[in-house]
């Protein structure tokens, strides 16, 4: 857990709290969580700290300067689009990613031009030289259709990265095969083989449209904070 000055806009300082399940509501202006016992225990408490401690406080009102953040309102990002595969009969795939994206960037005040930072979006298509036998269970599906159809596995991955100078600062990924287990249902007329490549690409296109892109960044530099702590339910200690 990292604790974040709002008005100097930094990470202050870094938790350790392995295995904590940290509540996101401050209701009296304390952190609430369930932490472990001791700095060595595995046993969580329910506990209310105050943060930063005396100690730390102290660390960080001697900071000398605060680290800019590198991406936040009014900063420009640039957006990379390299996918080698599109949905089929969907000329405008990547357009309407493209879209999306500068959208969502728009909306918390970042605006897509050359700078510094690069929002890379890609997509890679691999065989995988795996196969599965989808048995065909009662009527439905095309008329004709076999009993039994071996599916290639073809995978489908997608990434989302943010990068500066070649170094990523922060990324997202799926792989999504057209491969699944259990039970599917065909539509009147519809193959096997057509119904897992538009659940598969369904899936890709909801990555790229409904993963949240970060609104704020700090430089790898900053990340680790002033310092770190490991924190329990009677406090932290360094």
Same mark, same amino acid.
């Given at each position: 857990? #990292? /604790?974040i000055d709002v %008005?100097? #806009? @930094?990470?202050?300082w870094k938790y350790d709290? #392995?295995?904590a399940i940290h509540s996101p509501n401050s209701p009296d202006g304390r952190h609430y969580g369930l932490l472990p016992a001791s700095s060595e225990g595995r @046993?969580? @408490?329910l506990a209310a700290l105050r943060l930063p401690d005396s100690t730390v406080q102290n660390k960080i009102d001697s900071a000398l300067s605060a680290p800019e953040m590198i991406l936040e309102k009014g900063k420009t990002l640039s957006l990379q689009i390299t996918f080698a595969d599109k949905p089929p009969g969907d000329s405008q795939f990547e357009n309407n990613v #493209? %879209?999306? /994206?500068t959208e969502q960037l728009a909306a918390a005040g970042i605006e897509v031009a050359n700078g510094p930072l690069t929002l /890379?979006? @890609?997509l890679e298509r691999k065989n995988t030289g795996r196969q599965m036998t989808f048995r065909r269970l009662g009527g439905g599906g095309a008329t004709g259709s076999p009993q039994e159809t071996p599916i290639s596995e073809v995978r489908i991955d997608c990434k989302l990265a943010i990068a500066?100078?070649?170094v990523e600062l922060w990324s997202e990924s799926v792989a999504v095969s057209n491969h699944k287990i259990g039970l599917t249902r065909l539509k009147p007329g519809e193959t096997i083989q057509k119904h897992l490549q538009e659940q598969q690409?369904?899936?890709v296109t909801e990555f790229f449209t409904k993963v949240p892109l970060p609104s704020h960044l700090f430089p790898e530099s900053a990340k680790q904070g002033l310092g770190s702590s490991t924190m329990s339910a009677t406090g932290s200690a360094p």
């Open positions: 857990m #990292r /604790l %008005k100097s #806009r @930094t990470i202050s709290s #392995r295995g @046993t969580l @408490t #493209r %879209k999306h /994206l /890379l979006a @890609t500066q100078a070649g690409w369904n899936a």
